[in-house]
């Protein structure tokens, strides 16, 4: 049986129902402040349902979904791969010092050159 249904379209973060039913993220550790794209949702609706609230979503890159970014000197973490010691790989986060960060979007793995 069919239902209802108004649904509607989100170009980005500032498109009018972008953050409906996206709930703000608790502060994580030691990071610093609220991601200026996601404004702390750390992600938004890319497609939202207006009736049923059924929605896509898309997690923000600046932050990787957290909804807070380091804005001071501790080191910035980075979603890897590394092998474990039985050989297989696994998950890590690895931390590399702010200054080897450039200043480009930083879900980019923009670290600088040696």
């Known amino acids: ?5 108004d649904i509607v379209t989100c170009d ?7 953050f409906d039913i996206v709930p703000l993220k608790p502060r994580n ?20 349902d207006l009736v049923s609230f059924r929605c896509k979503r898309m997690i923000c890159d600046p932050c ?4 807070w970014i380091e804005t001071g000197s501790d080191p910035v973490g980075f979603p ?3 092998m474990s010691p039985d050989g297989h ?4 986060v690895a931390y590399v010092p702010r200054k ?3 200043e480009k979007n930083v879900s980019d793995g923009n670290l600088l050159a040696p």
């Open 1 to 5: 049986m069919p239902h209802a249904s």
């Open 100 to 102: 080897d960060v450039g």
């Open 29 to 48: 550790g030691s990071l610093d402040a609220q991601c200026p794209v996601c404004r702390g949702h750390g992600e938004w609706n890319v497609e939202i």
């Open 89 to 92: 790989p696994h998950w890590v």
């Open 12 to 18: 980005g973060p500032d498109s009018p129902h972008a």
């Open 80 to 82: 890897d791969i590394e």
């Open 64 to 67: 990787l979904g957290a909804g």
